[in-house]
């Protein structure tokens, strides 16, 4: 029986590579930064998220068993070009009824914002998805207030579609569809 195409394509080899970055699997030694970066209250800001208030080694176990490939995500440590993990980008809450999924990404490295990293990744994440995956719409949410954000969405193809308010938080919704082929 063959696989459904959602769950295919997670079995493919995972290094994409841009101008600026590649995007590769997650790996054991992205943990310490990742850690760090869910610790930094200004990064946590910018995802809604409260910084991690537990050890690195609790951090560790828990990642350790929390599987990085499933059937409901797929994430990707961002690293330059000479190899610097700079943050990562994932697609998750993967919908193969709606054939659609949610799309997230920070750049954890302050020196490379504003640089168009964030952009390649994302681009290169939804070239990933639409050339690999037969899910046809991609979603995200972005805190009302993050214009650098919305900005970097935009310029990739996303639209506004909608708001959302979520405790204290208001977000705006975001999304882009399969480009339709062309004859």
Same mark, same amino acid.
């Given at each position: 029986? @063959? @696989?459904?195409?959602?769950?295919?394509?997670?079995?493919?080899?995972?290094?994409?590579?841009?101008?600026?970055?590649?995007?590769?699997?997650? #790996?054991?030694?992205?943990?310490?930064?990742?850690?760090?970066? @869910?610790?930094? =209250? =200004?990064?946590?800001?910018?995802?809604?998220?409260?910084?991690?208030?537990?050890?690195? =080694?609790?951090?560790?176990?828990?990642?350790?068993?929390?599987?990085?490939?499933?059937?409901?995500?797929?994430?990707?440590?961002?690293?330059?070009?000479?190899? /610097?993990? !700079?943050?990562?980008?994932?697609?998750?809450? $993967?919908?193969?009824?709606?054939?659609?999924? =949610? $799309?997230?990404?920070?750049?954890?490295?302050?020196?490379?914002?504003?640089?168009?990293?964030?952009?390649?990744? $994302?681009?290169?994440?939804?070239?990933?998805?639409?050339?690999?995956?037969?899910?046809?719409? !991609?979603?995200?949410?972005?805190?009302?207030?993050?214009? @650098?954000?919305?900005?970097?969405?935009?310029?990739?193809?996303?639209?506004?579609?909608?708001?959302?308010? #979520?405790?204290?938080?208001?977000? $705006?919704?975001?999304?882009?569809?399969?480009?339709?082929?062309? /004859?």
């Amino acid at each position: 029986m @063959r @696989r459904p195409a959602f769950l295919r394509f997670l079995e493919r080899p995972r290094v994409l590579v841009g101008k600026k970055v590649k995007l590769r699997s997650k #790996r054991f030694e992205d943990i310490l930064n990742d850690y760090n970066w @869910r610790r930094d =209250e =200004e990064l946590c800001r910018l995802d809604a998220a409260p910084p991690l208030s537990i050890s690195l =080694e609790d951090y560790q176990k828990l990642v350790v068993e929390q599987p990085i490939y499933s059937t409901g995500s797929c994430q990707f440590a961002i690293v330059t070009l000479d190899g /610097k993990h !700079i943050g990562n980008c994932s697609f998750f809450n $993967i919908d193969s009824v709606n054939r659609q999924a =949610e $799309i997230g990404i920070m750049i954890g490295e302050k020196d490379y914002w504003d640089q168009g990293y964030g952009t390649e990744a $994302i681009l290169i994440t939804l070239n990933y998805i639409f050339r690999y995956t037969d899910l046809d719409r !991609i979603h995200l949410k972005t805190l009302d207030w993050n214009v @650098r954000a919305q900005k970097c969405f935009r310029k990739c193809g996303f639209n506004t579609c909608g708001s959302l308010t #979520r405790g204290e938080h208001d977000f $705006i919704l975001m999304e882009i569809h399969r480009p339709v082929k062309t /004859k």
